[in-house]
């Protein structure tokens, strides 16, 4: 095309990515285009693989945008990108492989909420990757268990398997007419924004998000779950923040802290680094609740 190549340091271009890694089966079929377990033929170090099909220019610029993210927002709870690829109309994007999936998934296999020592391993590391996240001036906007992933080792990584933008940092608006997240998880002031289209937003609406992922750990479903998705926007707007099904079977930690996360006016929600300094979170030291829930998991597998 006439229009000159946008340099991007992090793209590798004119290499097929399948001299460097084979792939070995599919994950899914994500919103935009398949994923697959690949294997690196140097080093025999696994990833997750998603290719996008790529039209012009423009899109690969659009699509740029994730790999800056995960460029920039290099952290040990963040996904961690090996390499990105531009080859044959499609962007190649390797991800570090994260064994035990993702933790809506892992609710669903075992059909149990997890426990408190768990839902506080999960918080702690969230908590450290949004700092980061939000440090950067990303904001994620669809925090839930299902962009959460767990690693043999007790680890978690933050992922996106929608498509996270950036603030508009001079950059192009976010397309007026697209809905960022899903509703269950959405702050009342970016139900506002998406119903009305002007209350700004920012870092604080991923804390909300962290409030009903820790209801969604514990209960099984975030609140409203039975509900329309219509109908929860109106009932996010109006109610009460809420609060997991029976408080009294929580520590007083815990339920301080959704408190916390969950407070409706964004600029007296607590920030991450602010929530850092919580009892529910400030002492936890290891990952050892979070590395028996992946080894449950994988028993669980072989028993079946
Ligand atoms: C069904 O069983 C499993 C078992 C293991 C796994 N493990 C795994 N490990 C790593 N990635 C994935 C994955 C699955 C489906 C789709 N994408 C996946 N990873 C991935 C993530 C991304 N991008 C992000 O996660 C992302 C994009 C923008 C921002 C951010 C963040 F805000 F978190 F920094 C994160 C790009 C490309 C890929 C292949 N899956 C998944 C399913």
């Known amino acids: 095309s006439g229009k000159a190549k946008r340099e991007f340091p992090n793209l590798t271009r004119g290499k097929d990515p399948l001299e460097l890694w084979n792939k070995t089966g599919e994950l899914g079929d994500g919103a935009f285009g398949k994923v697959y377990k690949a294997e690196n033929r140097e080093t025999g170090v696994l990833a997750a693989l998603k290719r996008v099909p790529i039209q012009d220019e423009t899109e690969l610029e ?9 460029t920039e927002c290099k952290h040990r709870n963040i996904v961690d990108l ?3 690829f531009f080859h044959d109309s499609a ?25 408190e020592p768990q839902i506080r391993c999960i918080t702690h590391q969230m908590l450290q990757a949004l700092e980061c996240l939000h440090t950067s001036g990303c904001i994620h ?29 001079g950059q192009q608006q976010k397309k007026r007419d697209t809905f960022i997240g899903t509703p269950y998880w959405m702050a009342p002031e970016v139900v506002v924004c998406e119903t009305n289209k002007d209350a700004p937003y920012d870092q604080k609406a991923d804390i ?26 109106l009932k996010i707007t109006r109610s009460d923040p809420p609060t997991v099904e029976l408080p009294h079977k929580w520590s007083k930690e815990f339920n301080s802290f959704l408190r916390k996360c969950l407070t409706k006016n964004p600029e007296t ?12 979170v400030a002492s936890v030291s290891h990952h ?4 028996a829930l992946y080894q449950e998991v994988k028993s669980e597998v072989v028993e079946l």
């Not at 659009?62 to 995960?70: G, R």
């Not at 050892?288 to 590395?291: C, F, N």
């Open 208 to 233: 909300w998000s962290v409030g009903i992922t820790l209801i969604e750990l514990a209960d099984m479903n975030p609140p409203y779950h039975e509900m329309s998705p219509m109908r929860v926007l």
């Open 141 to 169: 906007r669809d925090l839930k268990a299902g962009n959460i992933l767990l690693c043999p080792d007790g680890s978690i990584r933050l992922a996106d398997f929608g498509v996270s933008a950036r603030p508009n940092k």
């Open 62 to 70: 659009d699509f740029m945008v994730e790999i800056d993210i995960l």
């Open 288 to 291: 050892k609740p979070l590395r």
């Open 269 to 280: 929600r607590s920030s991450a680094t602010e929530l850092l300094q919580h009892p529910f």
């Open 91 to 115: 962007l190649w994007i390797f991800i570090e492989f994260c064994a035990g999936g993702a933790v809506d998934d892992i609710i669903i296999e075992l059909d149990h909420g997890l426990s």
């Open 82 to 84: 090996y390499q990105a």
